[in-house]
């Protein structure tokens, strides 16, 4: 039986898991853990695991030939030594040959940036992947393609994108994952907190989304902001980049789900009562 949307968000405001609030969040490695590794690499994946994390957040693109790479940022002059490639006006073999490790120190001279099939690969079935979707909703066709080709179950992957096109188009073609509303809350307003969240919340219950995905300065996402997204149905919060103990134990004890941070390890140190 198919739901209406508006009875969806009902039921939605219904279901939130409260008891989040009080619960260990879980432990996502921003990028990998690329405090210690270069992130949005097989290295960076790897080491997240051995550092104890529950998932890893990484960013995808699209090549000019139609290849799906994991890599944050248009081109590629920060990670790859100053070599500049734009990524949508670069084949894949172009970006395959940059040395992307070599920045983060000569233990990881010669890493390459890797495929979407790669990434996935290197997902445990017992932990979650956060999909950033970069650029606009030319991503989702070969991004979807490639998540059905993986032996990822759905439950194991969120989809986030900033650009609302291509969030609601990955919430329709493949509707059987969660797919979070990313964004800052920062806003200029005296007292932003209700507007700021009733917009969210309002594109969360009009797309149907599982949760939301901000910056983590509690100068922003305060107590009351998050009662306030509660209270509208939101079930499922993520925050990032958590790297320090106040912070961390601050959302932890606010009631977020995930907490995203350079330094899992420690993270999970700081979150211990």
């Not at 961390?248 to 979150?271: S, V």
Request: aromatic content about 6%; some cysteine.
């Amino acid at each position: 039986m198919t739901i209406p949307i508006g009875l969806g968000l009902m039921v939605a405001c219904l279901v939130f898991s409260s008891a989040a609030q009080g619960d260990q969040p879980l432990v996502i490695a921003h990028r990998g853990a690329s405090f210690d590794s270069p992130e949005n690499t097989l290295a960076a994946i790897a080491l997240a695991w051995k550092q104890g994390a529950d998932g890893v957040e990484l960013d995808f693109q699209v090549t000019q030939d139609g290849e799906v790479i994991c890599l944050h940022d248009a081109d590629t002059a920060r990670t790859a030594g100053g070599k500049k490639l734009i990524v949508k006006k670069s084949t894949f073999s172009e970006l395959r040959k940059l040395d992307v490790g070599a920045f983060k120190g000569k233990t990881f001279q010669g890493e390459k940036i890797p495929t979407l099939a790669e990434t996935l690969a290197a997902v445990p079935p017992d932990k979650l992947i956060f999909v950033e979707m970069k650029g606009g909703p030319e991503i989702v066709a070969p991004l979807v393609a490639g998540l059905r080709k993986s032996a990822l179950k759905p439950k194991q992957i969120i989809l986030k994108s900033f650009d609302s096109a291509t969030t609601a188009a990955a919430r329709k073609a493949m509707p059987e994952v969660r797919t979070f509303w990313l964004g800052r809350l920062e806003s200029k307003q005296k007292n932003p907190h209700p507007p700021v969240a009733d917009a969210v919340c309002s594109v969360v219950g009009k797309l149907e989304l599982a949760g939301i995905s901000t910056n983590g300065n509690p100068k922003f996402i305060t107590p009351e902001l998050y009662q306030h997204f509660r209270n509208k149905g939101v079930r499922e919060i993520a925050v990032w980049t958590v790297n320090d103990a106040a912070t961390a134990r601050y959302h932890r004890d606010q009631g977020a789900t995930f907490i995203l941070t350079d330094k899992p390890a420690e993270l999970r140190g700081w979150l211990k009562k």
